[in-house]
């Protein structure tokens, strides 16, 4: 259940799960570069992804007692055409799963979902590295490109 709250045990046990989930990802997936824990009272990884369209970014995933959150910082906040920018967005929320567009800090753009607790296994986190990896690659060149066309503008 979504509502359950997992005790010290299980998020133990999901914990460990998760570390060897991506240390094997690390070993095998050439697009994750590299994957790194927060502190140690923590249960966060950071994950450095290699993308073609955006070169890197990095995924945070957060191990909660009721869900695992995970999320990537996609872009700054745009520089002009604010309302066709978010429209965009907004637009392509209605066509991703398990995650949506939302705005963070500084009103950077972010890709962020979140997954109970007890759904984590290998098929969900990959399920959620491949979307993730995907929406970032579909999404972030256009959205560039409206958010900050004047950089793109032949001048």
Known sequence: MADEIADETELDAIELRIGAWLANELAINPFVAAV?????????????VLGESKDVFTIWFTLRQRTLHYET???????????????????????????SFCIGEEDAIFLAGSLPVHAVDEGELDRILGSLYMYVEQFFQPALRIGFATRFSDN
Request: charged share 40%.
């Open 73 to 99: 910082y996609v872009m700054p906040a745009p520089d002009e055409n604010h309302a066709e920018f978010f429209e965009h967005l907004l637009r392509r929320n209605r066509k991703i799963t398990g995650m």
């Open 36 to 48: 790194e824990r927060g502190e140690p009272s923590e249960r966060r990884w950071y994950v450095r």
